[in-house]
């Protein structure tokens, strides 16, 4: 057999080798964990941990592959083997593993073959150093657990070599030690974000919020969403409850008999502290004002609250009359507005590139955004390395 057949076939034989964990989440070791005396006393016990850890290296392969899909058939993956650093390509159960030439660049290839292939997941083995010793949590209590190996972890290959993540740990121990290899995943870094979006878009669904006066905090609900335009539509008024009640400021320091007297008004329902309830149908203040400071005093401060009205609706084109002509009050109208972040977003002296396509949605008052507004925003970034996991949009700061 020829010096070149053999190379092959002992880098194919390796190649299977390693991809048997693959595409899984499992630690391996690059030696065994120190086995315990299992026959002693000491009980086993399933553990859990977190450490830091920091990444020595990739090995030299590349995993591609797509839930659903036979990649081994697709023509333009094969031609991957033409790619500046790929050795040979192994195909194996509809996965495609790149194997490297030694020296290789594993991030840049990984980039430049999610670059092509965007719906594709491209994964590498990392290995890992941690601590000698991690604290470990078990039904048991606490203990410190000895660590004499090295994670390898299947990941994007996206972390710099010798940038820190961290890790969480998980096995069965026996006294300070494992039994067997631990399983091991990568936790990502959450960091909340101030970064500015732009208003890409609108949509069709409103949230109104009517202000009600205290003298017209009593309407008839189901009445007031026939009289909406025909424009809007899906019209809700969403668990409206008027405020009929009016705060008197000191009357929970008045006698027993002034709280009686205000008690046996005719349209007074309770009296509790400073509060005083009256029927929803009330709406008389003028007269309220009058019996309340006939009873306390002129110098009686007494407090109208506003009732608010909240209405949701979709429509392409409404006004502020077309809500407030059936229900009177003062008007905040919010939209429903897309918001869309720049390509990369700054943390800590570094950019984060924004996956493609992330779009936030959010209610924002329609007289003050519009389409290419720009927007400052708090986000929670996720993140593993440099690559963004997750964004979540947590505030709208102006």
């Known amino acids: 057999m020829e010096r070149d057949t053999l190379i092959k076939v002992g880098a194919l034989i390796t190649v299977i080798f390693f991809t048997m964990e693959l595409f899984t989440m499992r630690s391996a070791v690059t030696s065994s964990p120190a086995q315990s005396n299992q026959t002693s006393n000491e009980t086993p016990v399933y553990g859990a941990g977190v450490a830091n850890a920091t990444l020595l290296s990739y090995l030299n392969y590349v995993s591609l592959f797509k839930q659903g899909a036979d990649l ?6 094969a031609n991957l083997s033409n790619m500046d650093g790929v050795g040979f390509i192994n195909n194996q159960s509809g996965a495609v593993t790149l194997v490297l030439n030694n020296g290789a660049n594993v991030t840049r ?23 000698s010793e991690v604290e470990f949590t078990t039904q048991l209590g606490k203990r410190n657990v000895s660590i ?4 390898q972890i299947q990941t994007e290959p996206d972390i710099d070599v010798g940038d820190n993540v961290t890790v969480s740990l998980a096995g069965i121990l026996y006294g ?29 669904e409103y949230y109104a919020v009517v202000a009600l006066p205290w003298e017209r905090r009593y ?26 009640y009016v705060a008197v400021k000191d009357l929970s320091s008045a006698s027993n008999d002034t709280v009686n007297k205000i008690g046996n008004l005719s349209y007074v329902e309770e009296v509790n502290g400073d509060v005083v309830y009256v029927r929803d149908d009330m709406n008389n203040s003028e007269k ?4 309340l400071k006939g009873i306390l005093g002129n110098n009686t401060t007494i407090d109208y609250p506003v009732s608010t009205m909240p209405v949701i609706f979709s429509s392409a084109n409404v006004s502020s009359d077309d809500i407030l002509k059936p229900t ?20 800590a ?3 984060y590139n924004v996956p493609s396509n992330t779009t936030f949605t959010a209610l924002l008052l329609n007289s003050s955004y519009s389409v290419g507004k720009n927007v400052t925003v708090e986000i929670g970034m996720r993140t593993i390395g440099k690559r963004i996991v997750s964004l979540e949009l947590k505030n709208i700061l102006r």
């Open 72 to 77: 081994s058939r697709n023509a333009s993956i």
């Open 109 to 131: 290839i990984a980039q430049e073959v999610k670059e092509r292939f965007p719906d594709i997941n491209v994964t590498a083995s990392a290995l890992f150093s941690i601590p």
């Open 148 to 151: 004499s190996f090295l994670l």
């Open 176 to 204: 300070d030690q494992f039994s067997e290899s631990p399983t091991a995943r990568i936790i990502p870094t959450e960091n909340d974000v101030v970064t500015h979006a732009t208003v890409s878009g609108v949509g069709d």
């Open 219 to 244: 309407v008839n609900t189901t009445m007031i969403e026939g009289e909406f335009p025909a424009t809007m539509v899906n019209v809700s008024i969403i668990n409206y409850t008027p405020k009929s």
């Open 288 to 291: 309220l004002t009058a019996d």
């Open 328 to 347: 009177g009050g003062k008007l905040n109208l919010y939209r429903t507005m897309f918001l869309k972040l720049g390509d990369t977003v700054a943390f």
């Open 349 to 351: 002296g570094a950019d």
